[in-house]
């Protein structure tokens, strides 16, 4: 097999690539061998005895299944966390998921006439202080307080 090195060098110069990226047919080699100028190596590259191999890069094809996966809620696991509970949602955030909840159970018992607006005024303020945890721990003080029926499943 003649030394290529050469037509090698044109051919990275004309296909605009590295040296290591030029692909020559080995079974060509002969016909290879006899070109000597830019012109017979451009020939060469038109035939398809010289091609410029595809750039490698990782595939993102694994990532964007995980991203996928994430997106549905998945891989969220205590393993996966990094940081604080107030750091992946922030205390503001927590408090207004909360008091927005409560008071829109004290706006439903308000208006079905479950309970007076007096007592919709105090709890609001209450609710307001962080006194409840939750609607649920809201609703166990307006029970507790003898404004609702126990048991009973009110709004």
């Not at 008091?99 to 006439?113: C, D, H, V």
């Amino acid at each position: 097999m003649p030394d290529l090195s050469n037509q090698r060098r044109m051919a990275s110069l004309l296909l605009k690539c590295g040296e290591n990226r030029v692909w020559i047919d080995p079974a060509r080699a002969e016909e290879l061998g006899d070109a000597v100028t830019r012109a017979d190596v451009r020939a060469l590259i038109k035939s398809g005895a010289i091609r410029r191999r595809a750039v490698l890069g990782t595939s993102r094809g694994r990532a964007r299944q995980h991203h996928a996966e994430v997106a549905k809620g998945r891989h969220s696991g205590p393993g996966s966390r990094r940081g604080t509970p107030a750091s992946r949602v922030p205390d503001k955030e927590r408090w207004m998921r909360r008091i927005r909840a409560q008071r829109e159970l004290l706006r439903e018992l308000r208006t079905s006439g479950a309970i007076p607006a007096a007592v919709y005024r105090t709890f609001y303020r209450q609710a307001k202080g962080g006194m409840f945890r939750s609607r649920a721990h809201l609703r166990l003080n307006l029970r507790l307080a003898g404004h609702l029926p126990a048991g009973g499943t009110t709004a």
